[in-house]
């Protein structure tokens, strides 16, 4: 595989490490997806800085849940961003189906939308430094959001 292919691959597994991360409520794996100086931008959310501000976000939303299911697909993925072959883009879609309330399927949030990261080379392989999130719906047992 050449270069440019391998590191889409390896950016994309990092895509598809996060979503594992959180479903599996494996936080270390999680930590293993961001730079340690992460910029997180959740819109109405928050915006999170720094790897153990996103990490403790994600546990105190997620892991009182019933089951998560974080999809990730259509990966463009642009290595070689402004000119530096250890930056690279992407643009991911993201549709999360949740049970809010474990046990509840009748509890539940589906969401839709995209995420634009910005990834960076380290010693460690390819990590997400930059996360711009765009949700385009948001449903919940009561309603649409």
């Known amino acids: 595989m ?7 691959a390896q950016i994309s597994e990092v895509l598809v490490r996060y979503a594992t991360g959180i ?3 494996d936080w270390d794996l ?3 997806c961001w730079t340690s100086d992460a910029i997180a931008d ?3 959310i928050g915006r999170f800085v720094g790897i153990d501000a996103l990490t403790d976000f994600m ?13 990730l697909s259509n990966f463009a993925i642009d290595v070689g961003a402004e000119g530096d072959p250890d930056r690279a883009t992407s643009r ?3 549709h999360a189906v949740l049970i809010a309330t474990p046990g509840d399927t009748k509890s539940w949030i589906d969401a839709i939308g995209h995420y634009d990261d910005v990834l960076i080379r380290t010693a460690d392989g ?4 930059h ?4 949700m385009s719906r948001m449903m919940t047992a009561g309603g649409t959001h």
Request: no cysteine; charged share 30%.
């Open 92 to 94: 991911s879609y993201v």
């Open 23 to 25: 479903d599996q409520r």
């Open 131 to 134: 996360r711009t999130v765009h």
């Open 42 to 44: 959740y819109g109405d």
């Open 126 to 129: 390819w990590r997400i430094s």
């Open 30 to 32: 999680f930590r293993t």
């Open 2 to 8: 050449d270069g440019l292919r391998e590191d889409q």
């Open 59 to 71: 546990f105190a939303s997620h892991d009182a849940m019933g089951t998560t299911h974080h999809r």
